[in-house]
């Protein structure tokens, strides 16, 4: 009995050290938007269904305009992976143009620069500056940038993610069984925003969920129902930002 006791207690303590270890390794990610008027430092912590994401940041004025983008992860930044298609469904095992407007629809579509193919999804075309982008983080990081917007006008900050083939109940791999964009995705991209003012300086500001982006791609909706969103919202356990 007492050796059960034991070899259980060494499991639990091995397990809290991995935990632990994890939640330590933090990245240190810089961008560099062509004009800083305001320093934003992003903090985000993982969660328990993080799992290789993509996801953009970008600031936006109060009616919902774009401004500009302040990070893309570098595969869906591109249109250049890992592992190319050679199509639907079949790989090759070296880089290559994989098209995926999925992924990440509501910042592709704010955008708005449209790739040879009629996709809004970035292309090795119109790629993402190389100076805002950046692998995808393997666990928690903080994001050091900042914004052309002046510190006495008000703004949003939004930050989309997806994390490939991530189903639930509601969004299962047959809800749209001739649609291998769908099938990409599964839960659609989560889109969170906060809003920032002059007063906020010096502030830590958390960007709550505010919709999700089409199923597939189609077009740049927002769909603030999130009934149906599960465990894409536990990717990300905390998203922060703090205005310098």
């Known amino acids: 009995m007492k050796t059960v006791l034991f070899i259980l ?38 969660g328990k269904h993080h799992n290789n994401p993509s996801f953009a940041v970008w600031v936006e004025d109060l009616e919902g305009n774009y401004i500009e983008t302040l990070y893309v992860t570098q595969y869906f930044a591109t249109g250049v992976y890992g592992h190319g298609e050679l199509e639907k469904g079949k790989w090759k095992n070296e880089p290559g143009n994989v098209r995926r ?25 119109t790629a993402v500056p190389d100076a805002l982008t950046g692998a995808t983080p393997k666990s928690g990081f903080n994001l050091k940038t900042g914004s052309k917007v002046t510190g006495e006008k008000m703004f949003r900050v939004l930050f989309e993610v997806n994390q490939p083939w991530d189903s639930n109940d509601f969004w299962t791999n047959d809800r749209y069984p001739d649609n291998f964009d769908y099938k990409t995705s599964l839960q659609p991209a989560l889109v969170y925003a906060v809003t920032v003012s002059e007063s906020n300086a010096g502030k830590t500001l958390y960007l709550n969920p505010i919709g999700h982006s089409h199923p597939w791609g189609e077009n740049g909706e927002l769909f603030t129902d999130l009934t149906t969103i599960t465990t894409a919202r536990e990717v990300f356990g905390k998203i922060t930002v703090t205005v310098q």
């Open 101 to 125: 407007p999925a992924t990440l629809p509501y910042w592709s579509h704010k955008r708005n620069i449209k790739a040879p193919d009629g996709l809004y999804a970035p292309s090795p075309e």
């Open 9 to 46: 207690l060494v499991i639990v303590l091995s397990a809290c050290s991995t935990q632990q270890k994890i939640e330590s390794t933090v990245e240190n990610i810089i961008t560099r938007p062509d004009q800083i008027n305001t320093q934003l430092e992003f903090n985000l912590t993982p």
